[in-house]
């Protein structure tokens, strides 16, 4: 029989789909992550890590584009974790995304405080030190795997005053490639978190600036109107070597380990006491799991619902709260 392109894709989906199936009784699971270089890749590689060293569980590093590129394998239970943002989970969870799918079968594992820390950067020489300074500039947009990216720079303009007509938008693929734009010369500032790898290496080469927020009442409830309303403005100090040249407000929110509400409570309560025996092992790995700590697993304004293992595990460690059931029960 001959075999049509799509027929040996589906055949490889399923086959795909099988393995993971029984991955369970392999003692191996998937972890999704963002590309190589990436914050995310290096958070979820952390927690991979560590759940394998405190585990039975043996957890594989998936990267991918951004999540847009693996939300439905994951909604449809064909990966088993991923590591993302909590404005990632909030968006994907109602549909807000760029494929408007609301993608219900996702479910939290753990949380992280203040896990990720993003904002514009521009090359330390340039005029450019705030956000308003982008007016007639060449910013990276689109960043085509990461919807929750261009809703967080249209908030970030607005709360300078500006929009993307104020700017000169330049269209970028993932989170990598604004850096890679900017290192470049093709544009003038693009969106980073605080501690991505590609940074570093372009702080040393060159030099960067993170460019700081105005932290008022307004700015933070339009940045939460906008993007998701998990979002906080953190003071971040001063640190050149890994580009912040001043005191700055940085946009921050949780970051979030995630998995499929199918997902067997037996992996679930494997990878979370994986995860809890080696918690302190998580901030050597990366500056973006130090919010990973025991007392932030249990977040009483989850973006979306807990997985039953995950609740049954935090109260057996004497975290589940009546506000965490109270805020888990609206979902």
């Not at 992280?112 to 060449?138: E, P, Y």
């Not at 000169?168 to 978190?193: F, H, M, Y």
């Not at 992996?267 to 932030?296: C, P």
Request: glycine letters at 10%; a positive charge.
């Amino acid at each position: 029989m001959n075999m049509t392109k799509g027929m040996w894709q589906r055949l490889a989906l399923g086959a795909a789909a099988a393995l993971l199936a029984g991955s369970v009784n392999a003692q191996t699971a998937t972890l999704a992550t963002d590309a190589a270089g990436t914050t995310y890749n290096a958070v979820g590689s952390g927690m991979a890590k560590v759940i394998t060293a405190g585990s039975k569980l043996r957890v594989i590093v998936r990267p991918f584009g951004g999540p847009d590129a693996y939300l439905d394998q994951l909604n449809n239970n064909e990966l088993n974790f991923a590591a993302l943002s909590g404005s990632t989970a909030y968006l994907s969870y109602n549909g807000k995304n760029r494929a408007k799918k609301a993608y219900k079968n996702l479910r939290l594992l753990r949380s992280g405080a203040g896990g990720l820390k993003v904002g514009f950067i521009a090359l330390k020489d340039s005029s450019i030190t705030k956000v308003s300074d982008l007016r007639g500039k060449r910013v990276a947009s689109d960043y085509g795997g990461h919807a929750v990216i261009g809703r967080s720079i249209a908030a970030a303009l607005a709360s300078a005053g500006l929009t993307w007509k104020d700017v000169k938008p330049v269209p970028v693929t993932g989170a990598n490639d604004g850096v890679t734009a900017l290192d470049a010369g093709r544009v003038d500032a693009c969106w980073a978190s605080l501690g991505q790898p590609v940074i570093r290496q372009l702080n040393a080469a060159k030099g960067v600036r993170y460019l700081s927020f105005v932290k008022t009442d307004q700015s933070l409830a339009m940045l939460r109107k906008m993007i998701f309303p998990g979002v906080k403005l953190e003071t971040v100090k001063k640190n050149p070597s890994i580009g912040v040249q001043d005191d700055i407000y940085m946009i921050t929110y949780d970051a979030y380990m995630v998995t499929n509400k199918d997902v067997p409570d037996a992996v679930v309560g494997q990878a979370l006491e994986g995860l809890w025996a080696k918690t302190d092992e998580l901030v050597k790995i990366h500056r973006g799991l130090s919010g990973f700590t025991h007392e932030s697993a249990v977040t009483e304004i989850p973006m979306i619902p807990y997985h039953p293992a995950a609740i049954a595990f935090y109260k057996a460690k004497g975290l589940w709260t009546k506000e965490a059931e109270m805020a888990n029960n609206k979902f």
